[in-house]
């Protein structure tokens, strides 16, 4: 008999449903058929059942955090089973000792992740049997039994095993370390909480942290704009002043003076230029792309994307997740025309399907065999379902995923780009953009009623004659750059830190070297929330003060260093395939932890944090879990108690005795309230002036004051 170890109950369960089964307790019986003539026992893991040990295992001194014990590095790794996975350890264990079992089957999840998690089970029971790896990319029952049918050896599979325990132990010896001596160092600043620090979060965090700053360097500057109105014959449209490729002008005066030459002028269309641009498909979905993709239509979090993802996967009706690859080989494309002819029976898919199925199977940008390591791209499975039986977040990812895979199949779009230069009484010149869509192709089946950008413009010709029909300035305002949303985050893990807002990644970058892989980025920007680093409001991402405190002090040093992650993880995918040594990537590891910890201590004598709220920076549970009553930030104006943080908005503590209704938002029209802000209303009764509030389109300057009167806080303006 043989035993197959899933990753996860569910998993489990599918990988069963192909053959006759009893369900046990814990694992589940299959009966002999012709995959299995002797039968098998099917039981899973719950996730990792073991973790690394803590430090005080190695080292009694290691349980209190000193300066002087740093760096911790064990002479070797061991670990321990986690208690509230100890009974499933235990089922698994007697089913691999049992005599009749004479071969073990890895069936975890498809990646290093899953390797780790089986392979330490197996060596953790103590058993020494033959072992095969089923290595399969759907959950289709089709899918399965060929699996079972092709099993690969172990022996194909190990050198990701070293991959995922490099990552493993290179992960706890950076965040031990780095964790430990970054918080002592910072709680001798006053600063009472637990600074968490990492190989992949930290660099991370120091993308979001620099955009921040980037944000409170950049000084709005005010510019003004001539645009005016043509009247060419039958036809009307606008166009913009400019003059040597700029439009901005500096001054009002000015911009009214070319307004005020232009009114009721004679006007010569002097140029029309049309270029012609094609647009193929997009690539198919990996997981980051799908992930920023979807965040940017429904506002979901990549960790939602996944967990959701991974359910339609386990239902078998899309591939595996955690793809790194937009291509497909030549296998797989030969099942696509049978997926179009079953998603045509559901609508509105039927009015995509091209009749007859374009085959995809000759065409490199969708099937490329060497562009496929471990997994292929994202796509839906021949088991295609109705998207009305699923959840309303199921579906919406389902079809997000079907529809890219029908867009594939299309022709490309084809768009005339128009741009008229008009010169008015032949001395202002401006320019007017627009775009006319001459071949739909993929288009109609990804972009349905999208608000076009640069509009359609009427068939003037050169040298034509007209007027101006209307001319008025406009002014605006210099923006700062944006802040990052969940989605652009992964796109910015993806890429190291190079921001790129589109599909086509693979060519920027030949291969990843990102921050993180598919399948962990999700799950670091978890963390951050976690750790209190960072705040996700209305899907923007806001760094905390604690997240500005670590990387100041971090400073250049190499862990905040996007640039050293990407080439740690190349480093780890050369020992996945067998093309670089772990015991050396290990010794390197090992140096460069005594390197962190050299350069903190250095460091910490230049470090401030004057303007930074770090009173806030303190534990929120003490050493016997109890929670510890928040710092004041200051007298409550309305009843005289105190002010404290409350998470999403600062309040009076006296809430629950006397129901003072005293708040004052973390965010106000778009603009963050900091704790600095706050203090100065509480002592002053007023703070100082505050640029950014959003309204609308329109960017206002303003006081929070505390209105008397009416008890509460109130904006106030400068008088002109």
Not at 273 to 291: G, H, V, W, Y
Not at 311 to 318: D, H, N, R, S
């Amino acid at each position: 008999m043989k035993v197959v170890i899933a990753e996860k109950p569910d998993q489990g369960a599918t990988l069963a449903k192909p053959f006759p089964h009893r369900k046990r307790q814990g694992y589940i019986e299959i009966h002999p058929n012709g995959v299995f003539p002797k039968g098998a026992y099917i039981t899973w893991a719950v996730g990792h059942l073991f973790q690394l040990q803590a430090p005080e295992k190695y080292e009694s001194k290691w349980k209190k955090w000193t300066l002087e014990d740093l760096p911790i590095i064990p002479i070797r790794f061991h670990y321990d089973l986690q208690r509230s996975k100890a009974k499933q350890f235990t089922v698994i264990k007697d089913l691999l000792r049992k005599r009749e079992v004479t071969e073990i089957i890895h069936a975890g999840d498809a990646g290093r992740e899953g390797e780790l998690i089986i392979r330490n089970i197996i060596s953790m029971s103590k058993v020494q049997k033959p072992m095969k790896r089923l290595w399969i990319s759907s959950l289709t029952e089709k899918a399965i039994i060929q699996g079972f049918e092709s099993l690969r050896e172990e022996r194909e599979m190990r050198s990701l095993y070293f991959e995922a325990y490099s990552r493993a132990c290179a992960d706890w010896l950076v965040g031990m370390n780095a964790s430990r001596v970054y918080s002592i160092l910072l709680k001798q600043q006053g600063m009472s909480d637990v600074f968490s620090a990492g190989r992949v979060q930290t660099p991370t965090l120091a993308l979001i942290v620099r955009r921040d700053e980037e944000i409170d360097r950049f000084k709005s500057e005010p510019f003004w704009e001539v645009k005016a109105t043509f009247q060419v014959g039958e036809y009307s449209y606008e166009g913009t002043w400019h003059k040597d490729g700029e439009s901005r002008i500096q001054s009002p005066e000015l911009a009214e003076k070319i307004a005020a030459f232009c009114r009721d002028k004679p006007a010569t269309v002097s140029k029309m230029n049309i270029e012609r641009k094609e647009f193929s498909p997009p690539l198919l979905f990996n997981l980051s792309a799908l992930q920023a993709t979807i965040n940017k239509m429904y506002k979901f979090s990549p960790k939602k994307t996944l967990d959701v993802l991974q359910k339609l996967y386990q239902k078998g009706i899309v591939s595996y997740p955690r793809s790194d690859s937009q291509y497909v080989t030549k296998g797989e494309a030969e099942g696509f025309p049978e997926i179009l002819t079953k998603l045509k029976q559901f609508s509105p898919y039927d009015q995509w399907i091209p009749t007859p199925h374009a085959s995809l199977m000759n065409n490199k940008r969708f099937v490329n065999d060497a562009k496929v390591s471990d997994h292929y791209a994202i796509i839906p499975t021949e088991q295609v379902t109705n998207p009305a039986s699923l959840s309303e977040d199921e579906r919406k990812i389902y079809d997000v995923v079907v529809k890219r895979f029908i867009a594939a199949h299309h022709d490309k779009a084809v768009l005339n780009y128009t741009t008229i230069t008009t010169t008015v009484d032949n001395r202002a010149e401006f320019v007017s953009k627009g775009k006319q869509i001459l071949q739909e192709g993929w288009r109609k089946v990804l972009i349905q009623n999208e608000k076009e950008d640069e509009p359609l413009l009427p068939p003037v010709r050169e040298l034509e004659m007209g007027t101006v029909k209307k001319v008025d300035t406009k002014e605006g305002k210099t923006q700062p750059p944006k802040r990052y949303t969940e989605g652009q985050l992964i796109t910015l893990m993806k890429t190291a830190g190079k921001h790129i807002d589109n599909d086509e990644l693979e060519k920027v970058l030949k291969q990843t070297e990102g921050l993180g892989t598919e399948a962990t980025r999700a799950g670091i920007i978890t963390m951050l929330k976690d750790r209190k680093y960072i705040e996700i409001q209305k899907n923007i991402v806001y760094p905390t003060d604690k997240a500005k405190v670590l990387v100041r002090a971090i400073g250049n040093n190499v862990l905040a260093s996007a640039e050293m992650t990407a080439k740690w993880e190349q480093r780890l995918q050369e020992i996945g395939r067998g093309q670089a040594s772990a015991p050396e990537f290990m010794a390197q590891v090992k140096k460069l932890n005594e390197r962190l910890v050299q350069n903190a201590l250095e460091e910490s004598t230049t470090w401030t944090f004057e303007d930074l709220d770090t009173d806030s920076i303190q534990r929120t549970r003490g050493k016997n879990g109890k929670r510890i009553s928040k710092t004041s930030i200051g007298t409550c104006l309305k009843c005289g108690g105190n002010v404290i943080d409350k998470g999403k908005f600062y309040g009076c503590s006296n809430y629950q005795k006397t129901k003072c209704s005293f708040t004052i938002s973390k965010t106000i029209l778009s603009k963050r309230i900091t704790q600095k802000i706050v203090k100065k209303i509480l002592t002053e009764g007023k703070s100082d002036r505050i640029d950014g509030f959003k309204k609308g389109d329109k960017e206002f300057s303003a006081y929070l004051s505390w209105d008397a009167q009416q008890r509460n806080i109130q904006f106030q303006f400068d008088v002109r």
